[in-house]
Nanobody, 125 residues
Framework: VQLVESGGGLVQPGGSLRLSCATS????????MSWFRQAPGKEREFVTA????????HYADSVKGRFTISRDNAKNTVYLQMNSLEPEDTAVYYC???????????????????WGQGTQVTVSS
């Protein structure tokens, strides 16, 4: 199983980035996909999740209206479009996979089967 994030980097406040997570080794279309992030000294926190078909999404309040998750089951890839970035968005961003869509478990990093290695996003002027 592999999950490989890409697209991170340094961006100015108000800017945009698009993260990708390319996966292999499991049946992508049968997994809920999520993005988490972890800032230095802080616990890993939920950002957003998307159902198997992409029909339903869930966002943390801190990113609602600024970030958009999407997926392409033909390419086994999940994306995170991040707009209006703020310095508080600076973190390592991880994609993760789990089989079930259960909201109270979806937001816990302990409830996931597979993880990527992360990609650094730094928002600074």
């Amino acid at each position: 199983v592999q999950l490989v994030e890409s697209g991170g980097g340094l961006v100015q406040p108000g800017g945009s980035l698009r993260l990708s997570c390319a996966t292999s080794g499991f049946t992508f279309s049968r997994y809920v996909m999520s993005w988490f992030r972890q800032a230095p000294g802080k616990e890993r926190e939920f950002v957003t999740a998307i159902t198997w078909s992409g029909g339903t999404t869930h966002y943390a309040d801190s990113v609602k209206g600024r970030f958009t998750i999407s997926r392409d089951n033909a390419k086994n890839t999940v994306y995170l479009q991040m707009n209006s970035l703020e310095p508080e968005d600076t973190a390592v961003y991880y994609c993760a996979a789990r089989t079930l869509w259960t909201l109270n478990r979806l937001i816990s990093f302990r409830e996931y089967n597979y993880w990527g290695q992360g990609t650094q996003v730094t928002v600074s002027s």
